[in-house]
């Protein structure tokens, strides 16, 4: 059995679809055992290998993310946050307030000792299907050389041991695919990326971001935050227009409905609840993300996520790969 936390109290569409997603993931996986948090009357279950514990308190979206951690200590976040630490989950799941959900990683869970920064690794989707991680995604607003180094180092393990792929392809974000572009921060980052050892593949421009070229993405937590909400934006406004354009005319409803499972295809693709929880790596202990929006469906795919990366290796190959390198 494999027991995930998870905050009850998170996100848009809590308490109600969080849920609900859990109880369609136990349903799914016999395997799986969830704890979870949230405040009185908010679970309305039941189910042998779900247990809920009651919280008095919960971090909402605007709060501050650290203030909000040291003084809301019996929130739902921070008590799954700390059921990691305890030992009492393999690993925990909230789609609340991302900042205060790192703020946990760091002060309850901790981070693992020579990582500098953890960052936030996001799975997007690409034309060829295999999908491509994103990193950092925002836990870091400014970084240096050496962060994004450990970004690619941890993805690179990341990537092997719960993707499944032998010798991923990493790629460092800028304005152009010349090894001499961009700012000091990516000119030297291309340096100790490119003496690595890794399957380091030169600079990626963004154009190419949803194209399958590398598996894993590199780029500080400003940029990498700013391309996944583009992404998202343009994703909805495309799906929004092809919609319109199909229920234009009767002639066009003729035509949805031939390509009705073309269209769900594309659909999915373009489908963050498909592609499960983001990861924080460099803390230690298995912490992830999962979409503020996240409903049913995002949930049951973060939990899987969950599971897959609690047993993985992921936390302790990471520090041998440090130690190996200090």
């Given at each position: ?5 998870v905050d009850l109290?998170?996100?848009d ?8 997603g859990?109880l369609?993931a136990?349903?799914?996986?016999a395997s799986l ?6 405040t009185?009357?908010s679970y309305?279950g039941?189910?042998p290998?779900i247990?809920f514990i ?6 909402e979206?605007?709060d501050?993310?650290v203030?909000?951690?040291r003084?809301?200590k019996?929130?739902s976040l921070v008590?799954?946050?700390?059921a990691v630490?305890?030992g009492?989950?393999?690993?925990c799941?909230?789609a609340g ?6 703020s946990a990683?760091?002060?309850?869970v901790?981070?693992?000792?020579g990582i500098?920064r ?9 034309v060829?299907?295999?999908g ?6 925002g836990?870091n607003a ?10 690619a180092?941890?993805a690179d393990?990341y990537?092997?041991d719960i993707?499944g792929?032998?010798n991923p392809?990493i790629g460092l974000?800028n304005?152009?695919?010349?090894k001499?572009?961009?700012?000091e ?5 291309y340096?100790l990326l490119?003496e690595s050892?890794m399957?380091f593949?030169?600079?990626f421009?963004?154009?190419d971001?949803l194209?399958g ?6 780029a ?5 935050n700013?391309i996944?909400?583009t992404i ?7 799906m929004?227009e092809i919609?319109d ?6 002639k ?5 409905m031939?390509?009705k499972?073309?269209?769900k295809?594309v659909?999915d693709?373009?489908?963050y ?7 924080l790596?460099?803390?230690?202990g298995?912490?992830l993300k999962?979409?503020g929006?996240s ?12 599971k897959?990366?609690?047993e993985?290796?992921?936390?302790n190959?990471?520090?041998?790969r440090i130690?190996?390198?200090?």
């Open positions: 059995m494999v027991k995930i936390a109290m998170g996100g569409n809590a308490p109600e679809e969080i849920e609900t859990v369609k136990v349903e799914e996986d055992e969830v704890k979870v948090f949230g009185k009357g309305t039941q189910h290998r247990e009651e919280v008095t308190e919960k971090i979206s605007e501050d993310p203030r909000s951690v003084r809301k019996d929130s008590r799954t946050a700390e630490k305890d009492e989950a393999a690993a799941l909230s307030n991302t900042g205060a959900l790192m990683g760091l002060f309850v901790g981070r693992i000792k500098e953890p960052a936030i690794g996001t799975l997007l989707p690409s060829d299907g295999a491509m991680m994103l990193l950092d995604m836990a400014d970084n240096k050389p050496e962060h994004l180094a450990q970004f180092m941890m393990i990537m092997r993707d792929r032998d392809s974000v304005n152009g695919s010349e001499n572009k961009g700012s921060l990516t000119k030297e980052a340096q490119n050892g399957n593949t030169g600079n421009e963004t154009r971001i194209s070229k590398v598996d894993v993405a590199v500080d937590g400003f940029t990498g700013v996944l909400k998202e934006g343009t994703a909805s406004a495309l929004g919609q354009v199909f229920l234009k005319n009767t066009n409803k003729l035509a949805a031939a390509l499972n073309d269209f295809s659909k693709l373009l489908d609840r498909q592609y499960g929880g983001a990861p790596l460099g803390l230690n298995n912490v999962a979409h929006s409903d049913s469906v995002a949930m049951v795919s973060a939990l899987r996520q969950a897959r990366m609690a993985s290796d992921t936390v190959k990471i520090k041998e130690e190996e390198s200090s």
